[in-house]
């Protein structure tokens, strides 16, 4: 009987199946808000659309502390504090990815570069640009290696020059990344791998790398045998960096570098060297010391991919006053620069601003100096433009070990300045040449450092 | 340990006590009355297995009293299936199994009984050494041996299988009878996430398959079967080393279970690299010239994969649980885009050497985890409780210039419940409880389907019957719930022309701003499949199978939502949602004013077999008809691919870059066709096979769909004895001239492939070694159903070694 009755269960279920016959579909559809895209800009809005289009946004900034191993990162729209993070170390310095999504906090003496993601970056998708807005975050991603020294961004690459280490027998290397590699964390990174330390500086240049060369003491040329005096052309393949070439003009005492478009070029304590791209192969030549640098050598050099000229700062070690060339590759030619600073200025932080049309100096006094790019005649000239007070304080209170910092804006024509004495950062037009805004701090800061979306491919090389 | 003690005897608690253990006895012979050494008999209903010693005799223990269903079955013979009553103790029980040149392997874990010679639909299994012989780094290329499965072979990287001229949504792929979940049926190149090297068995089911898959299975289903989750713990293992010359491929695969008494582990993995493929001819179509050293670029493939696994075992069934690593990176060929004489250094890329040219590959990952169990009862009315439940994290990426393009992710979960009664009037089946969730992602250029979040519930009764000695009636009734739903719908303004006038061209210039308008879409589908079918043994060794069945199916979140470039298929894609509309000279696109309903098949399947003797065949014909069949029309538009990655604005030809506009919209498809299996077991060495297949396809209205394979036939000739196993393999794809207006005829082409394997047996260790040639006479075979059709045709020669042993 029961049986039975399961049975009939089932016949029923089944039966019940049949009578429905066919099945169901039911849609219901809503719309939204449609998204503007205007000139492929998306502007005004600042949530974050998970499918597209871009942002209108000033950027962020980070921030280092001077008193605390802390970074904050602030939003430049509103001027609000998104996040503050802790670091493990003490005494960092501070620079960006070469995309501007990351900034980079390099620890020298503890051999580590960490990362905190801006949360502003752009996709190419195709067929538009997407760009997200998200909270900062710190990245798992940390790079190791002794005594990382000089980070040069350029084109989207980052090459890290880790000075090694001759008291614990620890050699140079580099490594190379993007900014796709911090996010989707790359543990093996392409580089060089030294047989010695130096004091170097790796350039990045798409499938090249230019990067220095140290030779056995008894044959290189330099006074100070941690300094390189060769530039090596590596190539990328398979996987790998290979020595192509060795430039054949030696560089003593090889300090400071940048590229532009075209050119890249070297400081050494005789001159300039520059290296030109000709096919696979690279030139190079060397612009000799002037005898207006009274003795002193370029010790570094700023380049910028809108400026066909490059800056070159001769300074003695521990400050005084700055001698500043134009280095005119084209010419093979070397020129000061007058600009024209005042009583007791010495230079703290240089810059390019956005679109490498004006050159930035920031010095102790409290002045931004703007230098301009003119020709004349065919010949390429910096000029002083105008400067431009940006401190009301008293700059002989300025503690120890700090100095105002500098960052520039890569999709506007804005620099920011820190001022540790005050506490608080400006916002600069550089055309303008007017204060335009500020951030209050409750610390001193360190450094700072503008991440964000770069706009129209300009980029800036950064040297120190 | 305590935990698994306590789930011991919880479980155990669940049970009830045996009263009486019964023991039988019996010999299995063959029809000539010699013994059969190795047949497995299986008592249904329960975990007990047994084999032949070398006498051919068998013990069963523990058998409770009453009526049981034993099925003995052994290598080139036909199952038999014996209903015999236990009242106490048997020991002289005699079973003849006859000769089947078919090999006959059964479907796991089905509530009813399925091979190729028994159920009412269409089934086919390859196991063991067939497996072995064609199984390649691609799931359709593994299968494309296989009567009424083609492949879409898309250059060695990426190929699924095409069950009777139906693929993509319309075929699940199922792994141990769960989703694979991966995104293979969204673009065909996406690669399968399911490897045939470390599987035990594939299945294929043809036709509808609704019933027991759901809305997926509309035209059949494959799935790939391995012991990953062990349910007995005697140690057996396989290995094998292999290396093929086309593609300079080298490939090492393991699989290995073992155990206790109560616990079962499982552990196998591959390992497979390969470079790009060499071809006799120039790779694309519109170059005639023959020789040497042509390649198909970028159809390079490396891929591992690790999956371990334990079970608990207990009297009445198992418990267990696997984890697998799944990794794949490949080329996709003909996946360019965008001007490739980018001199400038801007897109060098440092993490691949892939980068110095503009090559796309793709990085797949995967994570599954699988848990399985099955309880036997004895009660009143539960016979078997099978569980099978997994959670997928599937992940891949589409790297140009090194930099993740397109990323395609796919999160599932997914649970089966079956439970199976104790025979009641004669019908033996039970009811499935199913329950999926998918929640599919694509971010990138080419993320051509908004994000997509799909779950389903079902619930489908399965039951069979034998209304006598000679006839089986098997039915089954399936419904479910799917929900789809998407909340960010795009709907962009589309820059579209045709390219004959262009003054559109123009009135899209004058827009300064564009709206993307976007929907929040819910689809509710309730698909029913009711299906019915009868095997008739008209005579000793014959019979004749017919199935009928009406399946419903939900449309995918591709086939409904879609909208973008999508380059694996070289078209700009429109989902069914939106419909083209016309208005005095303007063309727009919109929502569509159509109702989106499911789509509907309704099938008929004919069997005829002889299942012994000498010589087996079996035909099989079959009508389907497809109501509102979703499938793309070309619009005669053509869109902005939007793919262009060279970053300054080179001037090259204004419409490299543009994809013609296709739409999903729907009609009635009328399928037809046939499978014959004809094999002739000359000598106890020596076996002749031909088959044949073919399907036609066509729209109720007139008009022929794209990419259909062509009629096949073809032939194996086998030689096999203690130590010695030799193939010969002759296909014939002949020309495909039904084609739609877009595509172009294909040529036929003959592939020849043999192999010849030496067993050495050392010790307790069977070891044999092999060689494989493949397209012997390196003709040039262009693949009709390929997307690649014109840049890749199939490997040229290619000498394959190897070596595999088993333990």
Not at chain 2, 340 to 352: A, P, Q, S, V, W
Not at chain 2, 408 to 419: P, R
Not at chain 2, 678 to 701: C, G, N
Request: hydrophobic share 35%; aromatic share 8%.
């Amino acid at each position: 009987m029961t049986n039975l009755f399961k049975l009939n269960v089932l016949a029923g279920l089944i039966g019940s199946l049949i009578l429905t016959g066919c099945g169901d579909a039911e849609t219901t559809i809503v719309e939204q808000d449609p998204i503007v895209v205007d000139d492929g800009h998306d502007h005004g809005d600042d949530h974050d659309h998970d499918d597209g289009y871009t942002i209108e946004s000033l950027g962020r900034l980070a921030v280092l502390s001077a008193e605390t191993a802390e970074a904050a990162i602030f939003d430049l729209d509103d001027n609000e504090l998104l996040d503050t993070f802790s670091l493990t170390y003490d005494s960092n310095s501070l620079t960006t990815s070469p995309g501007f999504r990351y900034a980079a906090i390099v620890n020298r003496s503890d051999d580590n570069i960490s990362f905190i993601d801006s949360g502003l970056w752009r996709e190419d998708h195709g067929e538009h640009l997407h760009d997200y807005e998200q909270s900062p975050a710190l990245s798992d991603y940390t790079l190791m290696g002794s005594r990382p020294t000089h980070v040069i961004n350029h084109d989207g690459q980052m090459a890290v020059f880790y000075d090694g280490d001759a008291n614990t027998g620890t050699s140079a290397s580099v490594q190379v990344l993007t900014d796709s590699d911090i996010s989707s964390e790359t543990s093996e990174l392409a580089g060089i791998e030294y047989s010695v330390n130096m004091h170097g500086v790796a350039k990045p240049r798409g499938e090249h790398l230019l990067s220095t060369l140290r030779r056995d003491d008894a044959d290189s040329t330099s006074n100070a045998k941690v300094l390189p005096d060769q530039v090596g052309v590596y190539h990328f393949h398979d996987g790998e960096y290979e020595l192509e070439q060795t430039l054949d003009i030696t560089c003593p005492d090889l300090h400071g570098a940048a590229q532009n478009h075209e050119f890249v070029a070297f400081g050494c304590g005789d001159g300039v060297l520059i290296a030109h791209q000709h096919n696979d192969e690279y030139e190079a030549e060397k612009v000799a010391n002037i005898s207006e640098l009274n003795g002193l050598r370029i010790g570094t050099i700023y380049g910028h991919e809108g400026s066909e000229s490059f800056i070159g700062i001769a300074s003695g070690h521990g400050g005084g006053q700055a001698i500043l060339v134009t280095l005119n590759p084209e010419e093979n030619e070397m020129e000061t620069i007058d600009w024209q600073p005042m009583a007791d200025a010495s230079p703290v932080s240089y810059a390019f601003a956005f679109g490498g049309e004006h050159f930035l100096i920031l010095d102790n006094q409290g002045y931004l100096t703007v230098l301009s790019q003119h020709s004349h005649d065919g010949h390429m000239e910096w000029e002083f433009e105008g400067r431009i007070d940006i401190s009301e304080e008293d700059v002989s209170t300025m503690p120890d070990n700090m100095s105002f910092t500098l960052t520039v804006a890569q999709n506007d024509h804005f620099a920011y300045v820190g001022d540790p004495i005050a506490k608080h950062i400006l916002q600069v037009h550089i055309e303008d040449m007017e204060i335009e805004g500020d951030i209050e701090l409750n610390f001193a800061p360190a450094n700072i450092s503008w991440l964000g979306i770069v706009e129209e491919g300009e980029e800036h090389d950064h040297d120190h | 340990m305590f935990k698994i003690s306590k789930v011991a005897v919880l479980v155990g608690s669940l049970l009830p006590a045996s009263l009486f253990a019964q023991t039988i006895e019996g010999t299995v012979i063959n029809s000539k009355g010699e013994k059969v050494v190795g047949a497995k008999i299986e008592v249904e209903g329960t975990a007990i297995t047994t084999t032949t010693d070398k006498n051919g005799r068998f013990v069963v223990t523990d058998l409770t009293s009453g009526k049981r269903e034993l099925h003995i079955t052994a290598a080139g013979f036909a199952h038999l299936i014996k209903g015999i009553t236990i009242s106490e103790n048997t020991s002289n029980l005699t079973f003849t199994l006859n000769r089947s040149p078919i090999e006959v392997v059964d479907v796991v874990a089905s509530p009813v009984h399925m091979s190729v010679m028994e159920s009412a639909t269409p089934v086919t299994v390859l196991a063991g050494e067939t497996l072995r012989r064609q199984q390649a780094s691609t799931l359709g290329d593994s299968l494309e041996k296989t009567v009424g499965v083609h492949t879409n072979f898309h250059a060695n990287v990426a190929s699924t299988p095409i069950i009777r001229g139906l693929s993509g949504p319309r075929v699940m792929i199922s792994q141990n009878g769960l989703d694979v979940s991966d995104v293979s049926r969204v673009g065909p190149d996406h690669a399968v996430a399911a490897e045939a090297s470390t599987a035990t068995q594939i299945e294929v089911l043809r036709g509808p398959a609704t019933l027991f898959y759901g809305s997926g299975a509309v035209g059949g289903v494959v799935n790939v079967v391995d012991g990953r989750v062990p349910t007995d713990s005697t140690t057996r293992g396989e290995w094998s080393l292999e290396t093929n010359s086309a593609d300079n491929k080298k490939l090492a695969s393991f699989n290995a279970t073992t155990g206790t008494d109560s616990f079962a582990f499982y552990a196998d993995g591959y390992w497979r690299e390969s470079s790009d493929y060499e071809v006799p001819v120039a790779p694309e179509a519109d170059h005639d010239e023959h020789g040497d050293n042509f390649k198909v670029e970028n159809s390079a493939e490396e891929s591992d994969g690790f999956t371990i696994g334990a079970s608990y075992l207990f009297n009445d069934g198992y418990l267990g649980i696997s984890v697998e690593k799944f990794n794949r990176e490949y080329g996709i060929p003909g996946h360019s885009h965008g001007d490739e004489g980018d001199t400038d250094d801007h897109d060098h890329d440092l993490e691949e050497s892939h980068s110095e040219n503009e090559d796309v590959f793709a990085d797949l990952e995967q994570t599954r985890v699988q848990l399985q169990g099955e309880i036997n009862f004895d009660g009143q009315w539960l016979r078997q409780v099978n569980l099978r439940s997994g959670f997928t994290d599937y992940q891949h990426s589409e790297i140009e210039h090194g930099e993740v393009g397109t990323v395609f992710e796919n999160d599932s979960h997914e649970v089966k419940v079956d439970l199976l009664h104790h025979p009641l009037s004669g019908w033996k089946g039970g009811l499935s409880l199913h329950y999926k969730n998918s929640e599919v992602a694509a971010q990138g250029a080419e993320a051509f389907t908004p994000p997509s979040d799909s779950e389903t519930f079902a619930l489908a009764v399965m039951e069979e019957r034998h209304l006598n000695d000679d006839l089986l009636l098997q039915v089954g009734a399936r419904v479910e719930q799917v929900t789809l739903k998407a909340n960010e719908v795009l709907l962009p303004e589309l820059a579209a022309h045709s390219h004959d006038d262009d003054h559109e061209h123009d009135e899209h210039d004058e827009h300064d701003t564009d709206h993307i308008r976007v929907f929040d879409v819910d689809h509710e589908f309730t698909p029913v499949t009711l299906s019915t079918g009868l095997v008739w043994n008209f005579t000793p060794g014959y019979n004749i199978g017919i199935s009928l069945s009406r399946s419903e199916r939900a449309p995918s979140a591709t086939e409904l939502l879609s909208f973008g470039p999508h380059i694996g298929t070289g078209s700009y894609e429109i989902g069914a949602l939106f419909a083209l509309h016309q208005e005095n000279d303007h063309r727009d696109i919109g929502l569509t004013d159509e109702a989106i309903d499911l789509e509907t098949a309704n099938n008929i399947d004919l069997t005829f077999r002889k299942t012994q003797g000498e010589v087996a065949y079996i035909f099989n014909a079959f009508y389907n008809k497809i109501d509102n069949y979703y499938y793309q029309i070309n619009t005669g538009l053509f869109a902005e691919s939007g793919h262009d990655h060279s970053d300054d604005s080179h001037d090259h030809d204004e419409h490299t870059d543009e994809l013609p506009v296709y739409i999903f919209q729907t009609d009635d498809v009328i399928l037809k066709g046939f499978e014959a299996q004809i094999a002739w077991q000359a000598t106890d060495e020596i076996k002749a096979t031909v088959f044949s297949d073919y399907v036609r396809v066509k729209l109720q209205d007139g008009g022929d769909l794209p990419r259909t394979p062509p009629l096949r036939f073809g032939t194996n000739l086998s030689y096999i004895n203690e130590n010695i196993s030799a193939h010969l393999d002759i296909t014939r794809y002949q020309s495909q001239d039904k084609i739609t207006a877009f595509e172009t005829e294909t040529d036929g082409y003959t592939l020849v492939d043999a192999s010849v394997s030496y067993d050495l047996p050392m010790l307790n260790h069977d070891i044999s070694l092999y060689v494989k040639g493949s397209n012997l006479t390196d003709t040039e075979a262009r693949v009709h159903s390929s997307f690649l059709k014109d840049i890749a045709p199939r490997p040229g020669r290619s000498f394959s070694v190897g070596i595999r042993g088993y333990f």
